[in-house]
């Protein structure tokens, strides 16, 4: 059984920082984590899912959406099974549900969102103005 469990997420002012972990588990996980592209999407009330970053396999290539593109930043440890997102000068409009993903075959379809192997369930953040 694999698992992806999100935390990190809570109420931060507009202009601070948070960062967002994602833990790996399960057999597949914990043994082949390394051979998984991952990704953090994000879903604001109303709102449908949206891509913000991927990371390569070995965390050497990093992706970012234009909105978080200067602000966020997406890593890895392989070692320990865990993704993360540092998110500075956070913004009202960054107010979400953030999940992370992993997928097994390719980076296009971790950042086109379709077709991904697996998705955590979630962790809130929410920016006040």
């Known amino acids: 059984q694999v698992e992806l469990t999100e935390s990190g997420g809570t109420l931060v002012q507009a202009g601070g920082s948070l960062t967002l972990s994602c833990a790996a588990s399960?057999?597949?996980?914990?043994?082949?984590?390394?051979?998984?592209?991952m990704g953090w999407f994000r879903q604001a009330p109303g709102e449908a899912r949206e891509y913000v970053a991927a990371?390569?396999?070995?965390?050497?290539?990093?992706y970012y959406a234009d909105a978080v593109k200067g602000r966020f930043t997406i890593s890895r440890n392989n070692a320990e099974n865990t993704l993360y997102l540092q998110m500075d000068n956070l913004k009202p409009e960054d107010t979400a549900v953030y999940y992370c993903?992993?997928?097994?075959?390719?980076?296009?379809?971790?950042?086109?969102?379709?077709?991904?192997?697996?998705w955590g369930n979630g962790t809130l953040v929410t920016v006040s103005s």
């Open positions: 399960g057999r597949t996980m914990t043994e082949y984590f390394s051979s998984y592209v």
């Open positions: 990371i390569s396999r070995g965390g050497g290539v990093t």
């Open positions: 993903a992993a997928d097994a075959s390719s980076v296009r379809t971790v950042i086109s969102g379709t077709g991904v192997d697996y």
